[in-house]
């Protein structure tokens, strides 16, 4: 009998918010948006579906994981702009925030 291996725990993701000095650690499920709101950040944010542009944030380390329906192939492609209201990250990201 083999003892099965425990599932992939889906994991927090880590958010620098360079301009306000603030660690975001952002579960699945919730947005980067709602993670710096609830951190006391002041986000535009109209729409928070990926299609206004409004959140656009510059990248300053680390690679987004486009999810929106706005930027183009090159601007995912270059990833030094993410909509932080839809796309998270692969790995820890540092944010102009
Ligand atoms: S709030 Fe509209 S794209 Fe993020």
């Known amino acids: 009998m083999t003892v099965p291996e425990p599932a992939e725990q889906p994991q927090c993701l ?3 918010c360079e301009a306000a000095g603030t660690l975001l650690e952002v579960p699945p499920g919730t947005s980067i948006l709602e993670a ?3 951190a006391g950040l002041e986000v535009t944010a109209p729409c928070a579906d990926g299609l ?3 959140c656009e944030t510059w990248v300053l380390e ?3 994981d486009h999810r929106d329906g706005l930027l183009t192939a090159e601007e995912r492609a270059c ?3 993410m909509l932080i209201c839809v796309s998270r990250g692969s790995s820890r990201l ?3 925030l």
């Open 14 to 16: 880590e958010v620098v």
């Open 79 to 81: 990833g030094e702009t």
């Open 36 to 38: 710096a709101r609830q």
């Open 94 to 96: 540092v944010l102009d």
């Open 62 to 64: 680390g690679r987004p």
């Open 52 to 54: 206004c542009g409004a």
